[in-house]
């Protein structure tokens, strides 16, 4: 079936520096990619939509300039959070269409910044 | 706009019947996905519906009624594994939104 690769699983960070989570889409092509961010006991929350060879789509509230999305090929997209806080400590997941009929996830990102 | 409900929370007994519904406001619709998702884990995919009835893979269905804007998703035979939070989405304008999800407390 197909697989989304995310990774790290877990990072701490320090506040301040920026940290870089990676989705690849092993044995597929990803058109598009979706990042997502979660808070404990709370649903996905659809951050932005991602898309090879163009501008990411942010949802309403997402600062473009801290969660920089990056989908250069058919099977990389990046999700960089810069100048990270505290606040910024969450959970998050990418997903991609695969070619049935769901949406396949990243095992997620568990982002705690000290 | 996309707007979803589902209840917070639900409790059942092993071995028992459960039905959690969902119901959906969205111009566009695209299809309804369920996933369930344990705690500190990914979201697993369970079903989408995109016509009207009822979809069944094993001890899991999927019901949908595009015309009522509703969705159930029904387990059966439930095991103390079942118990996780179960998240109904549906695909409108070419994005997939969640529900603030069910969680399912399975008591033996």
């Known amino acids: 079936g197909a697989v989304v690769s995310q990774h790290p699983s877990r990072v701490i960070c320090k506040s301040g520096t920026s940290v870089k989570i990676e989705c690849r889409s092993l044995d597929f092509q990803a058109t598009t990619m979706f990042w997502y961010r979660q808070f404990p006991k709370k649903s996905l929350m659809l951050m932005a939509t991602s898309n090879e060879g163009s501008k990411a789509t942010y949802e309403q509230g997402v600062e473009k300039d801290k969660f920089l999305i990056n989908h250069a090929s058919l099977t990389l997209s990046t999700l960089t959070v810069t100048s990270a806080h505290p606040e910024d400590s969450s959970f998050y997941i990418c997903?991609?269409?695969?070619?049935?009929?769901?949406?396949?996830f990243g095992s997620g990102t568990r982002l705690t910044v000290v | 706009g996309q707007n979803i409900d589902q209840p917070t929370e639900m409790t059942a007994t092993e071995g028992a019947i459960v039905q959690i519904n969902c119901t959906y406001q969205t111009s566009g619709f695209n299809g309804l996905f369920w996933y369930q998702q344990h705690a500190g884990e990914a979201p697993t995919f369970l079903s989408y519906?995109?016509?009207?009835g009822l979809e069944e893979k094993g001890r899991f269905s999927s019901f949908l009624s595009r015309s009522k804007g509703y969705s159930y998703l029904l387990l059966k035979e439930l095991q103390m594994k079942d118990s996780a939070s179960y998240l109904c989405a549906d695909t409108g304008g070419f994005k997939t939104i969640f529900g603030a999800g069910t969680r399912l407390f399975v008591k033996a």
């Open positions: 997903s991609a269409r695969d070619a049935g009929d769901g949406y396949t």
């Open positions: 519906n995109v016509l009207d």
